[in-house]
């Protein structure tokens, strides 16, 4: 998906298609030049599980699409680290969004998908397997009512469970 193209836009065709409970399963890549912030944010409120700028190399691309297929979330690096920065220096008061359904291990959880770890590293890190990683990921996304990982990690800092900067062993 293209954030600007003839007719509708990008970002009301993701809203579109991420509300339609036929296409429930599908998932959108947002692929553009335009790699604005507020474009990026705004995506994955929407429901886009990854977005990309048109300078990404054809192989991953098409690691990008797999990866989202399989019900992860990507964006472009240099994106993630502004997109970050940016949230850090302007966010407001966030909303209320309760935590309280979560286990104390989702929440661990929680914060390990926000620091951008997949499911492998997290089980490394908690010494889990892979399978306990990925189901702790998904009843967390069920609690939370979340699409997909990006949603998760938007809930995770708008919620306050984790901030930009922090490390989780710091905490």
Known sequence: MDI??????????????????????????????FDLDEYVFEALRLGASGFLVKDTRPAELVQAVRVVAAGEALLSPGVTRRLI????????????????????????????????????????????????????????????SARDRAQLVVIAYESGLVRPGWATDDR
């Open 4 to 33: 600007r193209m003839p007719g509708e836009d990008g970002l009301a065709a993701t809203r579109r298609i991420v509300s339609d409970e036929r296409l429930r399963d599908v998932r959108v890549v947002i692929l553009t030049t």
């Open 85 to 144: 920065g940016r949230f850090a220096a302007h966010a407001k008061e966030p909303p209320a969004v309760s935590l309280d359904a979560l286990t104390e291990r989702e929440r661990q959880i929680v914060t390990l998908v926000a620091e951008g770890l997949s499911n492998q590293e997290i089980a490394e890190r908690l010494v889990v397997s892979p399978w306990t990683a990925k189901t702790h990921v998904s009843r967390a996304m069920s609690k939370l």
